[in-house]
């Protein structure tokens, strides 16, 4: 089985910094103008998910060339008021969320007179709100037509229908106070019926605080991110801080000077590599390794996948002759410091089909075809 590949969409209201951001991200030069509708078709950036864990494994166990894994970002089109009733560019908009897998919602954290905010003024509860808002009104269109049918359907005691009538009964209030799918509590069960419904706050979100390179060192002293994390919070979403401008200097320099940077700016790491890291497990997925040889490589897959079906995303033939995996947990290995000790120390597990893969995980697969 080829691998999914999973996006996760950026969103914001014009002229927070989103198109700044995905240009960090991907270097590629989104178009960039100071004016609303500037991305028009969403771009697509591939990013390498930092990993230091692949630097540890090269140094025990050395290869020819070492291979990151990656992922994509999606830069949507930034929303305006009235895009679920077709406002500026929004059933595009719409559309496009609809396609990606986990949303990175910008947020303008910073203050700066040149840099016009669509609504005047700098308040970031409102921006989230203007979106979240377009998001719940398309998701309850989408329920309130699901409803009359799977209400008639289940009065003719439809055991399938009913179960969805009952989440469809759930989600219908939350919405229509402007809520997300999200901040509901579904049990197993129920969670496959909302996967089915494919509405749009049921998606995972990341919110970034797009800071100024002032608050870099500690960005929990500025009022705008206190705010912003205290609304996360009640979403069931996660809050990272950034100075998209700040990043998007950072990704021209070399690595001398990036680490010159980073330095003088107080922190240990570019704030990238935080929320690559964040959008990857946003989107459920994990890493698992395979190392020594022509070369060490990071491969993704999604969580809760079994060993034949991630030795499928190496090669097809692997998922179809597999016989076994041949597993160390990275933990182990770097602990250990070589894969004779991991041995001596029985810590090379023989995983068979039903093996559940770990992130970290150190894998050889044996198969036959």
């Given at each position: 089985?080829?691998?999914?590949?999973?996006?996760?969409?950026?969103?914001?209201l014009p002229n927070v910094g989103k198109s700044t951001l995905f240009n960090a991200i991907t270097k590629a030069g989104a178009e960039m103008a100071n004016y609303p509708f500037a991305t028009i078709d969403p771009n697509v950036g591939m990013v390498e998910v930092p990993d230091k864990r692949l630097d540890r494994i090269q140094e025990i166990i050395p290869a020819k060339k070492v291979v990151p894994t990656t992922f994509e970002f999606t830069d949507i089109a930034g929303i305006v008021k009235g895009a679920s009733k077709g406002e500026g560019l929004g059933n595009k908009f719409l559309a496009n969320i609809r396609e990606v897998d986990a949303?990175?919602?910008?947020?303008?954290?910073?203050?700066?007179?040149?840099?016009?905010?669509?609504?005047?003024?700098?308040?970031?509860?409102?921006?989230?709100?203007?979106?979240?808002?377009?998001?719940?009104?398309?998701?309850?269109?989408?329920?309130?037509?699901?409803?009359?049918?799977?209400?008639k359907q289940a009065k003719s005691k439809d055991k399938d229908a009913i179960a969805e009538f009952n989440v469809l009964k759930k989600i219908k209030p939350v919405l229509e106070d402007g809520g997300s799918v999200r901040s509901i509590k579904f049990d197993k069960d129920e969670q496959k019926i909302v996967h089915n419904l494919f509405l749009l706050t049921a998606k995972?979100?990341?919110?970034?605080?797009?800071?100024?390179?002032?608050?870099?060192?500690?960005?929990?002293?500025?009022?705008?991110v206190q705010q912003i994390e205290a609304y996360a919070k009640k979403d069931n979403a996660e809050v990272i801080a950034i100075s998209a401008k700040t990043e998007e200097e950072i990704a021209e320099l070399d690595d001398d000077e990036k680490a010159e940077f980073l330095e003088a700016e107080g922190v240990s790491e570019p704030g990238l590599d935080r929320l690559i890291r964040a959008s990857y497990h946003l989107l459920g997925l994990a890493t698992f390794f395979t190392a020594g040889g022509k070369e060490t490589r990071?491969?993704?897959?999604?969580?809760?996948m079994k060993a034949p079906q991630v030795a499928g995303i190496i090669h097809s033939d692997f998922e179809r002759g597999f016989i076994r995996?041949?597993?160390?947990?990275?933990?182990?290995?770097?602990?250990?410091?070589?894969?004779?000790a991991v041995k001596e120390a029985g810590k090379l597990r023989l995983e068979g089909k039903d093996y559940e893969v770990q992130d970290g995980d150190i894998i050889e697969f044996r198969f036959n075809v």
């Open positions: 089985m080829e691998f999914m590949s999973l996006t996760a969409g950026i969103v914001g949303i990175v919602h910008v947020v303008r954290a910073f203050d700066d007179d040149e840099i016009t905010s669509v609504t005047g003024k700098v308040d970031p509860i409102d921006d989230i709100e203007t979106i979240n808002m377009e998001l719940s009104i398309a998701d309850l269109d989408s329920v309130n037509k699901r409803y009359t049918k799977v209400e995972p979100v990341l919110y970034v605080a797009n800071i100024a390179e002032d608050d870099m060192a500690d960005p929990e002293q500025s009022p705008y990071a491969w993704t897959f999604k969580q809760g995996a041949e597993t160390v947990s990275f933990t182990d290995l770097d602990q250990l410091g070589s894969m004779q």
